[in-house]
């Protein structure tokens, strides 16, 4: 790995339009997509013991404890050595999870290029999440209270990354709020700067 890999935080409250904004940033910039959501998930599919210990956790909109998913990301990246870059989507989430990120990279002689942070308000992703609710078979987007528990959750622990990584000149705020086409543009310009 080098410091010519593009490594992205894309990072925003649930609903903000991670995992859809991933869909065009990895077709786009040829990069790996790790979601740590979309990792739990096929683990909870799988049956595994890990994906037992998180399902509830998750069910209830609260955050699965740092070791399981640092865990998981070392070892994504270890079977994806040589990627032009990365993609974290929904990761990190805590700022114990950026440290252990900022280690990872460290140690293989790299480093997150910049976060973008998609900025939607919260009764626009508390309408958003109960809309894919109705067809996403997310146990956490059919009831109105536990997207607010992630989202209560999203600000105590997730919130404060955007210090973490405006301290280091890297934060760069998206508005979330427009089509899915005109906020990918906003994302092409941002990594264009
Ligand atoms: P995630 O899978 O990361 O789910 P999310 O926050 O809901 O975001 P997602 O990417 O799915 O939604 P998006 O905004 O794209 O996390 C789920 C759970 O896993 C967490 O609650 C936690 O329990 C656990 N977890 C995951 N990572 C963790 C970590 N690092 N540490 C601890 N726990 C972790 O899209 C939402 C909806 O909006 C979609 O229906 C989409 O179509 C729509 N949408 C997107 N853009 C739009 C736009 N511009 N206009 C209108 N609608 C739009």
């Known amino acids: 790995m080098s ?16 995992g859809t904004q991933s869909t065009f940033l990895v077709n786009n910039f040829n990069l790996v997509h790790l979601s740590t959501g979309d990792i739990l998930r096929a683990e909870i599919a799988a049956g595994t013991r ?85 067809d996403s078979g997310r146990s956490d987007d059919t009831n109105e209270d536990i997207i607010r528990n992630r989202i209560r959750e999203y600000n105590n622990k997730t919130a404060p990354l955007a210090g973490y990584y405006a301290e280091q000149g890297k934060y760069s705020g998206i508005p979330g709020v427009g089509s899915i086409e005109e906020i990918a543009g906003l994302i092409r310009a941002a990594i264009a700067k």
């Open 50 to 134: 890990l994906g037992q210990e998180a399902k509830g956790l998750m069910d209830q909109g609260n955050l699965v404890p740092d070791e399981v998913v640092i865990g998981m990301i070392r070892s994504k990246l270890e079977s994806t050595k040589g990627a032009p870059g990365y993609i974290f989507d929904g990761f990190p989430r805590t700022i114990p999870q950026a440290e252990a990120l900022d280690r990872l990279l460290h140690e293989v002689g790299t480093e997150i290029t910049v976060m973008l942070a998609l900025e939607v308000s919260e009764e626009e992703l508390t309408r958003r999440l109960l809309n894919r609710g109705k």
């Open 3 to 18: 410091n010519s890999m593009l490594n992205i935080v894309l990072f925003g409250p649930p609903g903000a339009g991670k």
